[in-house]
Each structure stands twice: as C-alpha cells, then as structure tokens.
C-alpha cells in the first residue's frame, strides 16, 4: 500500500491486499422457528472455505483535501471479490462501497456536515414469506439492490464542552435494505445536546 500526503492540504491512503480464509462468515436467513411462527429478519452463520479456502482480494483508498480553512472533505472507497468454495456465492457481503463527507466550518462555533454513501448490489440466501407461519421450503438466491444514502447535519457549540446538533437521515428518502429484511428508515431528523468531560 501507499500512504502519503502533497502538503499539509492533501492526504492520501492506497492498499491492495489478498487474503486466504478458511471459514469465512456469512450471514444467511434463519432456518429457526419461534413460538410457532417464523422470524424473517433473524440470521445464522455460516461458514466457507473449510473443503478449500475462500479468497478475498481487495482495494482501498482513502482521500482527504482542506480546501480551505473553513472546507475539508473525504472519500473512501472499498472494491472487494471474493471467491467462496462452499456457497453459490458470498452471501450478504458487498463488493462496492464508497463514502464522502465534507464538513465546513462556518465559525469556531458552528459546523455543517454532508454526508454520501453507496453500496452496490448483494445477494442473499434467504427464504420467501407469505406469512407468519409461511414460507418457502428453501432458500434461495436474491438480489439486494445497490442504493445510496444522502445525510446532513449542523453543529453549534455553545461552550467548549456543550453544544446542540440536529441532523437529517436518508434526505433522498429512499428505501432500501443492508441486510435482506432489514430496511432502514425512510427521511428523519434527529437532534440532541453534544456534552463532553
């Protein structure tokens, strides 16, 4: 890897890497019933790589640019293939994620943030529900679909130590899910008091 920086404004992180792995975790639906019923967003573990070792190669690179005094910004990207021995595929884990942020400094007391994040698509092992107590027999392959996830914020410090925050969450309002079931929360605006010792 690479790590290294063009002036106190412009720094940087590059690595590729490759892994053998024997046991490597994925997540899959549950076979467990419940109190009569089945529970869809409950997972097992399972395992690959014990018959032959899984492989994983990877690429990371990391950003960070001061624009000025009162703009910083970050990137990180994450490009990963994995080879299983035991599974169809490597369930439930991406093969592309990326996040940038900028934070600006609008004065010694006040702060915005802008988040963006993406994710490509995934597949998952999982079963097909029509009902509490129905599902498929089996498992089966599908298709998590990529998204991407917009946030923003605002801080202001009253004291050193003190200091109020509102946020806003998945401003795109877009639904999607990380994990099969579990989709996250459409638009919504948080906020709160910030207190250090």
């Not at 703009?71 to 884990?93: H, P, R």
Request: zero cysteines; hydrophobic letters at 35%.
């Amino acid at each position: 890897g690479l790590k290294g920086n063009a002036g106190a404004n412009f720094g940087y992180k590059v690595k590729a890497f490759y892994k053998q792995i024997e046991g490597l975790p994925l997540y899959v639906n549950s076979r467990e019933e419940l109190g009569g019923g089945f529970v869809p967003y409950k997972f097992d573990v399972i395992y690959d790589g014990y018959s032959s070792k899984a492989t994983h190669f990877g690429i990371e690179g990391e950003m960070n640019v001061r624009v000025s005094q009162l703009v910083n910004l970050s990137g990180k990207l994450n490009i990963d293939d994995y080879k299983v021995k035991d599974n169809e595929e490597a369930w439930s884990l991406p093969k592309f994620r990326f996040l940038a942020n900028a934070r600006f400094n609008i004065s010694d007391k006040f702060f915005v943030d802008a988040e963006l994040s993406t994710q490509g698509q995934t597949s998952a092992l999982a079963y097909t529900y029509t009902s509490a107590t129905v599902r498929s027999e089996n498992p089966s392959k599908v298709t998590i679909p990529s998204f991407a996830d917009f946030n923003a914020g605002a801080e202001y410090r009253i004291k050193k130590q003190l200091g109020v925050f509102v946020k806003a969450n998945n401003i795109f309002g877009t639904e999607y899910e990380r994990y099969q079931y579990y989709s996250l929360l459409g638009f919504n605006i948080i906020g709160g008091i910030n207190f250090s010792f």
